[in-house]
């Protein structure tokens, strides 16, 4: 069974801070996927990467995904209280026609 | 489209009672999940039903059991529900294409077993 870590477990920050959270696979992801899920409300897709070292960009997040498709980062420039929410990777697992979801990150933004 | 709709938002049961949950996909989405989100366990996969088959099956116990109907709408029944099933159920559908697989999830049902 793949693991997801995924750090910190609990942020709060101010309006305005920067910050980043991270997503670590005890195997190679397949395809990397990150979700948002904001409170009362189901997770939303936010960026899929495939591509050891690539960087996608969406407004003010950056996801990074690591060479070795062991791990991958999310960074939020100036973040808003709007961003708060709980942040969760997955990965779907093509032998098993299954996503894998990471346990999440839980960020509050402070106005 | 229509996102995926899953009724009824809120529920409240009591040990012992038996609910069902409905969740309706994305028109053309043949592929329906559910997942039970608890603060303590996060996101745990329940199962998942392509073409009103069972494809999929979590570590849950028999109690959880769900189905797919012809139009891929589908429900979860939870049978002599424990204190413990108190979670939000999240529905998930997609259209498996390879290389393209994603979820979009419905907004939830809040079960509450007192």
């Known amino acids: 069974t793949q693991l997801l870590e995924q750090s910190p477990q609990f942020l709060s920050i101010q309006e305005g801070e920067n910050l980043t959270v991270y997503c670590n696979s005890s195997?190679?992801?397949?395809?990397l996927q990150w979700y948002r899920q904001e409170p009362g409300e189901g997770p939303v897709l936010l960026v899929t990467v495939v591509t050891g070292g690539e960087v996608k960009k969406l407004k003010r997040l950056t996801f990074q995904f690591g060479d070795a498709r062991k791990d991958s980062s999310l960074h939020i420039t100036a973040a808003q209280p709007g961003d708060t929410g709980l942040y969760l990777c997955?990965?779907?697992?093509?032998?098993?026609?299954?996503?894998?979801f990471g346990s999440g990150t839980k960020l509050n933004v402070k106005p | 489209k229509a996102g995926v709709t899953q009724t009824p938002r809120y529920l409240i049961k009591t040990r012992g009672q038996q609910v069902t949950l409905s969740c309706s996909p994305i028109?053309?989405?043949?592929?329906v999940s559910w997942y039970q989100q608890t603060p303590g366990q996060g996101l745990q996969f329940l199962f998942e039903y392509f073409s009103e088959t069972q494809r999929n099956k979590g570590n849950f116990p028999g109690r959880f059991s769900g189905r797919q109907f012809s139009n891929s709408r589908s429900e979860m029944n939870v049978s002599t529900l424990e204190l413990g099933d108190s979670a939000l159920y999240l529905c998930?559908?997609?259209?498996?294409?390879?290389?393209?697989?994603?979820?979009?999830f419905g907004s939830g049902t809040q079960l509450s077993v007192l």
């Open positions: 997955a990965d779907y697992k093509y032998n098993f026609n299954k996503f894998y």
């Open positions: 195997s190679v992801f397949s395809s």
């Open positions: 998930a559908s997609s259209d498996p294409i390879f290389g393209n697989e994603k979820l979009f």
């Open positions: 028109s053309g989405h043949r592929s």
